[in-house]
C-alpha cells in the first residue's frame, strides 16, 4: 500500500473478501448477528423505561451492545484464524471482552458526541471564523470514524488494553487513510442498508461488519508483521513501523 491508489485497492479486496466470508459462513452470520441483535432489543427495551428520546437512545444502545458486539468480533476472528467455532465461543467472547467492549465503545462514542457537540457550537456561533474552525472539526470527527473499524479487532486479535487499542487504531488510520476511508464508507452503507431492509439488521448485520472490521485489521498487521501475535509493550504497531 505505497500510495492512494494501491489503499483502495487493498480496501477493496478486504472488502469483497468480507462479503464472501459472510455468504461462506451465513449460518454462523445469522446466529451471531441475531444473538447481537437479542442483546440490542432487550437493551432497548430496559431504556425505554427511562427515556424515549432518540438522541439519547441511540449512542446508549451502541454502547450496551457492546459486550455482544465484542462477542461477536472474537467469533470471526476465530474463524479467519482457521479455527471451528460452536455457540460456545460467542459465550466465552461474551465473558472474555465484555467489559473492555463495553470500555472502549464508551469512549468512542464519548469522544464522537464530543466533537459533535463542539461543530454544532461553533458552527451556530455568529461570524465566518467561528464556522471555518467548526468546519475544522468535521476533520476529527472523519478520523474517529476511520479509527472505529480497528478497535474491536485489535482487542480480540492482539488481547490488549484499553490504551493501547486506541493508540494503535489510531497509528493504523493515521499510515493508512484511504483505505481506512473505504473500508469505514462500505460498513456505513452497510448500517443504512440493514436500517432500511430490516430484517437484515438482525440476519446479517453484525456478522458482515465483524468480518469487515477483522479482516481490515488483520490484513494491516500482516503488513505490519504481527498476524497472529499478542505484541508486547515495543508493539511493531506503534510509530516506527507504520512509516
Not at 468480518?211 to 499478542?230: P, W
Request: proline content about 5%; aromatic content about 12%; hydrophobic content about 60%.
Amino acid at each position: 500500500m505505497s500510495g492512494p491508489r494501491d489503499e483502495v485497492l487493498k480496501a477493496g479486496a478486504v472488502v469483497g473478501g468480507s462479503v464472501k466470508d459472510a455468504y461462506g459462513y451465513l449460518g454462523t452470520v445469522v446466529l451471531v448477528s441475531l444473538a447481537w441483535f437479542g442483546w440490542l432489543a432487550c437493551s432497548a427495551l430496559l431504556l425505554s423505561l427511562f427515556t424515549r428520546s432518540l438522541i439519547i437512545m441511540v449512542p446508549v444502545l451502541v454502547v450496551f451492545a457492546a459486550p455482544a458486539q465484542g462477542a461477536a468480533f472474537h467469533v470471526m476472528a476465530l474463524i479467519m484464524r482457521g479455527e471451528d467455532v460452536v455457540p460456545r465461543d460467542f459465550l466465552a467472547g461474551l465473558r472474555r471482552f465484555w467489559l473492555r467492549s463495553l470500555g472502549i465503545t464508551a469512549a468512542h462514542v464519548g469522544l464522537v458526541a464530543i466533537v459533535v457537540v463542539d461543530i454544532i457550537w461553533f458552527i451556530a456561533r455568529p461570524g465566518a471564523v467561528f464556522k471555518v474552525i467548526g468546519g475544522l472539526w468535521l476533520y476529527a470527527l472523519l478520523f474517529l470514524a476511520m479509527v472505529m473499524p480497528y478497535l474491536l479487532p485489535i482487542m480480540v486479535q492482539q488481547d490488549t488494553g484499553f490504551r493501547k487499542v486506541f493508540k494503535r487504531a489510531a497509528l493504523l488510520a493515521l499510515a493508512n487513510p484511504f483505505y481506512s476511508l473505504v473500508v469505514v464508507t462500505f460498513e456505513a452503507a452497510v448500517t443504512v442498508l440493514c436500517v432500511i431492509l430490516a430484517p437484515a439488521l438482525s440476519l446479517l448485520y453484525m456478522g458482515l461488519v465483524a468480518f469487515a472490521s477483522n479482516r481490515a485489521a488483520r490484513t494491516l498487521f500482516e503488513k505490519y508483521g504481527v498476524l497472529d501475535e499478542v505484541p508486547d509493550d515495543e508493539s511493531p504497531c506503534d510509530v516506527d513501523s507504520t512509516e
